[in-house]
Structure formats: structure tokens, C-alpha cells
């Protein structure tokens, strides 16, 4: 029996040490500052970290321009995760970044209501006469910057703006519209459309007119204990990280 516990005490400490993770007996709260569309395998994550470590995690949610504008305001948390890296690098031109590291591809589609499938087949139905959309904010959430640009490249902007009945704050609420049927589609990330898949389908978008937006997890400059924050980056970003937003619809940077 002594030597079975060993045994498992060993495999358990061996993990720790694999994602960087030793647990402490002083018990400490991380806050993180997290965009909304990544809620549900940073929920998972944060599960798990809290629970290998003993160290409790705060993860605030919302649009990544929302959480820009508290992280400046306030000066206070230790990791932030938006939904692109624009707002790592307006934070970090502001001095305010110690470090970052790309986790995934956060890729933009065209989400349609199950029910509307056949009237939304190409990204130019957008633009048809009856058609209602949602569009993300372009001031509070990552990808509402990232429609208006697809809207600009695929030169159809005004017509396609024209059915638009309501504007998001955040990806969850865009993609909650379009399961509930309150519009017929929206451009949301790939993620949230496979998350909803009974209800939201999905149609692509040529790929000339976006580049992906990338995950990437970065250590404010205002973490109280930077190297306990560093745990939670680099567990944030490990390999098995990686597979957890893979199962969530997600897609990896090496394809």
C-alpha cells in the first residue's frame, strides 16, 4: 500500500512539474481579464489549474474593448485574453504587457439559424433584400472590427449593413441571436458556431477577405505575483491547452 501511494504521489508531482505547476500551501486569487467568446474552455482550464494548484482564479468576462478600457482604468489583474491581439498590442505600446504567447486561431464565419439554412448559402445572401443580421460592436468586441473589414474587402459593406436589426457587445450574444432566431445570421468565430452546431450552421468565408484572429494569453505588467501569474500563462498556453480549445471548435496555429 505504501508504495502504491508513492507511486501516485510521484505520477501527481510529476504532472505539476510538466505544466510548470507546484502546488502551494499559501493559497493565493488570480484575476484575469478574458474575451466572452472564449468563456467555455477557459472556464475548463481555470477548473482545472485551481484545482492542481489550490490557487483561486477570478476570470472576468466580456468584450475584449470592454475589458481594454477596465484594464487601463483600473491598473489591477494579471493576465488578460482577449479575442485578438490588437488589444494586447494597444497595451502593450502603453507599456502595460510583460510578456504574451499565441495560444489559437480564432476564425470568423458566417453563422446561420438552422432553420434559415437554405436562404444563407454564400456570404452574398448577406446582402439580400429581408435577410436579418447581427453585427459584433466594432468598439466593444474583437470581432465586430473584424466584420466591418470583411464587409470593406468584400466591397458589398452598405448593402449588407442595410439588414443589420441589432449590434452585439460581445461574440456569445451575436451567436445567442442567431440560435434564438431573433436575426438569421451573423458573422461570429468558428467556435461559437460549433458550440451551437444543432442550431447555428455554418458558411464560410473566402479567406481573401480576413486574416484569422489569434488567442493569445499576456501577463499584465500589474500582477501582484508575476510568477505565479506566469503559471497560469504558461499553463494557459501548454499543448494541452491547445487540445482543450481544439475540442471547443477552435484551430491550432500549425496546420
Not at 505504501?2 to 510529476?14: D, E, G, Q, S
Not at 482577449?82 to 453563422?111: C, D, M, N, W
Not at 464587409?151 to 434564438?180: C, D, F, H, P
Amino acid at each position: 500500500m505504501r508504495k502504491w501511494i508513492l507511486n501516485l504521489a510521484t505520477c501527481c508531482f510529476a504532472f505539476f512539474v510538466c505544466f510548470g505547476i507546484i502546488p502551494s500551501a499559501g493559497a493565493e486569487e488570480l484575476r484575469i481579464f478574458v474575451g466572452a467568446g472564449l468563456r467555455q474552455p477557459v472556464d475548463q482550464l481555470v477548473q482545472e489549474f485551481q484545482e492542481q494548484t489550490g490557487h483561486s482564479v477570478f476570470a472576468d468576462y466580456g468584450g475584449s474593448g470592454q475589458l481594454l478600457t477596465k484594464i487601463e482604468a483600473a491598473s489591477k489583474g494579471d493576465l488578460f485574453i482577449p479575442g485578438s491581439l490588437f488589444y494586447i498590442e494597444k497595451l502593450e505600446k502603453a507599456g502595460r504587457i510583460q510578456s504574451s504567447h499565441s495560444v489559437v486561431y480564432h476564425t470568423p464565419v458566417i453563422g446561420v439559424n438552422a432553420r434559415q439554412a437554405q436562404r444563407v448559402t454564400v456570404f452574398e445572401d448577406l446582402a439580400k433584400s429581408g435577410i436579418r443580421l447581427a453585427m459584433g460592436d466594432p468598439k466593444a468586441m474583437a470581432f465586430g472590427r473584424t466584420a466591418l473589414s470583411i464587409l470593406e474587402k468584400s466591397g458589398m459593406r452598405e448593402a449588407i449593413l442595410k439588414n443589420v436589426t441589432v449590434y452585439g457587445a460581445t461574440v456569445n450574444q451575436l451567436a445567442l441571436y442567431v440560435s434564438q432566431g431573433v436575426v438569421d445570421a451573423a458573422i461570429i468565430g468558428r467556435s461559437d458556431a460549433f458550440q451551437n452546431r444543432e442550431k447555428i450552421a455554418i458558411v464560410p468565408i473566402p479567406e481573401a477577405w480576413f486574416q484569422s484572429e489569434i488567442i493569445a494569453v499576456a501577463i499584465l505588467k500589474s500582477a501582484t505575483n508575476p510568477d505565479l501569474a506566469r503559471m497560469l500563462s504558461d499553463y494557459l498556453s501548454s499543448a494541452h491547452a491547445v487540445e482543450v480549445f481544439q475540442q471547443h471548435g477552435f484551430l491550432p496555429l500549425e496546420r
